[in-house]
């Protein structure tokens, strides 16, 4: 192999090898390790193939096409992979579709797969924003009820405050009626009134109606019980009879 600069052939032919080892190893250690990260590989890899379609159309001229055909007719391929193709060439152009397929695949299957995850990463971030804006609108009302609950008891506060000073107890009645309390115990200016006795449809023999007996009825005096008083009997004389049995001794 002869390539046109001024360098041994075998310092020529170790570097092609080491390029193709770099390039067989993989671009990235699934399997085994590599000569090269990801990202070189891929600038090798491009780099490749960018000078294999160079050095391929370099040497392109119209006029010579027929003895292009025949000069490529003329690498035979030592183990075709199908009967039509038997050149190196077929190889190459067998090499560069089943890379386009395998690349293409890869990628979309990539795009796929990005596309899921970003999806998903998306709804999961749609879901977390929802229900942050859920608290914080939940705390901003409680916040916003907390306010009024503090305006609304400092209002009473000095209402109450107010009230007591001016001994205004109707406000705390009323008050106390609209939150379900009930008093029961009432002063003399509002005490309630006595039901007095009714006389109804009765009528006297005469047919007149009879007076209203008084409002208080009179209370009527229970004297106790007296106690029997104790009887005395004459004591008789020892050795005397009974008055009525005279002779009978006791």
């Not at 190459?92 to 979309?108: G, K, M, N, V």
Request: glycine letters at 6%.
């Amino acid at each position: 192999m002869e390539p046109g600069f001024d360098i041994p052939k075998e310092d020529f032919n170790a570097a092609v090898e080491l390029v193709i080892a770099a390039l067989g190893s993989g671009y990235y250690p699934a399997r085994g390790p590599t000569l090269l990260d990801t990202e070189d590989w891929a600038r090798l890899a491009c780099a490749t193939l960018a000078a294999v379609g160079r050095g391929y159309n370099h040497q392109y001229v119209p006029a010579e096409d027929v003895a292009l055909s025949l000069a490529r007719a003329e690498v035979s391929d030592p183990n075709p992979l199908t009967p039509n193709d038997v050149t190196l060439f077929h190889r190459l152009s067998a090499i560069s579709e089943h890379l386009e397929r395998e690349f293409r695949t890869d990628l979309l299957e990539v795009e796929e797969d990005l596309q899921d995850w970003f999806n998903g990463l998306r709804k999961v971030f749609d879901q977390k924003a929802a229900k942050a804006a859920h608290i914080e609108v939940d705390e901003a009302s409680r916040q916003w009820k907390a306010d009024q609950i503090d305006r609304w008891a400092a209002a009473e506060e000095a209402e109450i405050s107010k009230a007591a000073k001016e001994r205004n107890v109707d406000f705390f009645y009323r008050n106390a009626e609209e939150v379900g309390l009930r008093r029961t115990y009432k002063g003399q200016c509002e005490a309630a009134q006595l039901l007095l006795p009714t006389i109804g449809n009765k009528r006297t023999v005469s047919g007149s109606t009879p007076k209203a007996g008084p409002s208080t009825p009179k209370p009527t005096r229970v004297n106790p019980p007296r106690l029997p008083k104790a009887q005395h009997h004459p004591q008789v004389p020892q050795g005397a009879g009974h008055p009525r049995n005279p002779g009978a001794s006791w």
